[in-house]
């Protein structure tokens, strides 16, 4: 049973959460993924197909692991994210990144300034998902995209079943051995079991304005990888685009990767 009182959190709570776990992050990441994390991530970079030249907003990018290929590709990318103890790390580690702190619900950034957004294992933790979905439909360019990578639902029962035990049994009691902030953890296993399924977010991406909205499933839907597009002819203000865009939503089951 998910232990609702411990995800009542306020926002500056978690970006404190956060902050603490910083210098470890990416390590302990690793660690709890099996490894997994890495494999994710280029998944997701490859969603993106971005050039040189354009211009890509990487949301709860935290020490900037997610942000450092397309730096790497000479790809300008702006690495935002709520926490500072995050931002400090991963501006030490990369100054040559941008990084910029942000709310995903209300981005200091102007309509129509990225050719790509995207946010990885980030979006369930922000206080209005809905919210932050649609402000990334007003940073983003019409006709560009948005690559969102995040915990899920696996597809098959006792996968499912397996994957539950280790989130709240197994994952705290590694956290405790390799985690500066092992409460932390916790959280996030619970914030995990929590989400919404893989065809709820594709409902809340097609209900605040995005478009030909997918989604792959990876490691047998422990993490999906939705994609979706900001229609071409979008006003500057996204509200036209959110209103014309609400309605049920047709399954989306996608690419079960193995």
């Given at each position: 049973?998910?232990?609702r009182a411990s995800l009542d959190k306020?926002?500056?709570?978690?970006?404190?959460?956060f902050d603490d776990v910083a210098p470890k992050y990416d390590v302990v990441n690793d660690v709890l993924s099996m490894g997994q994390t890495r494999r994710w991530r280029k998944i997701v970079v490859d969603a993106m197909e971005v050039s040189k030249g354009q211009r890509v907003l990487d949301l709860a990018a935290g020490t900037g692991t997610s942000s450092e290929p397309y730096a790497d590709a000479g790809i300008e990318v702006v690495a935002c994210d709520f926490s500072?103890?995050?931002l400090k790390v991963g501006k030490r580690r990369r100054p040559d990144i941008d990084f910029i702190a942000g709310d995903a619900t209300n981005l200091p950034f102007a309509d129509?300034?990225?050719d790509a957004t995207t946010i990885s294992f980030g979006l369930r933790n922000v206080n209005e998902p809905k919210k932050a979905l649609a402000e990334m439909l007003r940073v983003t360019k019409p006709g560009g995209r948005l690559v969102i990578a995040e915990f899920s639902q696996p597809v098959v029962p006792l996968w499912r079943t397996m994957y539950?035990?280790?989130?709240m049994r197994a994952l705290p009691a590694i956290a405790v051995k390799v985690a500066s902030n092992p409460d932390a953890y916790v959280y996030l296993a619970e914030s995990i079991r929590a989400w919404p399924d893989q065809?709820?977010?594709a409902a809340w991406l097609q209900d605040e304005g995005w478009e030909n909205v997918n989604y792959r499933n990876l490691t047998g839907g422990i993490v999906a990888v939705h994609r979706a597009f900001k229609p071409a002819g979008a006003p500057d203000s996204a509200a036209a685009a959110i209103a014309a865009?609400?309605?049920p939503v047709a399954k989306l089951r996608r690419n079960i990767a193995r």
């Open positions: 049973m998910v232990n306020r926002p500056d709570e978690v970006a404190t959460m500072l103890g995050m129509n300034t990225f539950t035990e280790y989130l065809d709820h977010l865009h609400k309605g």
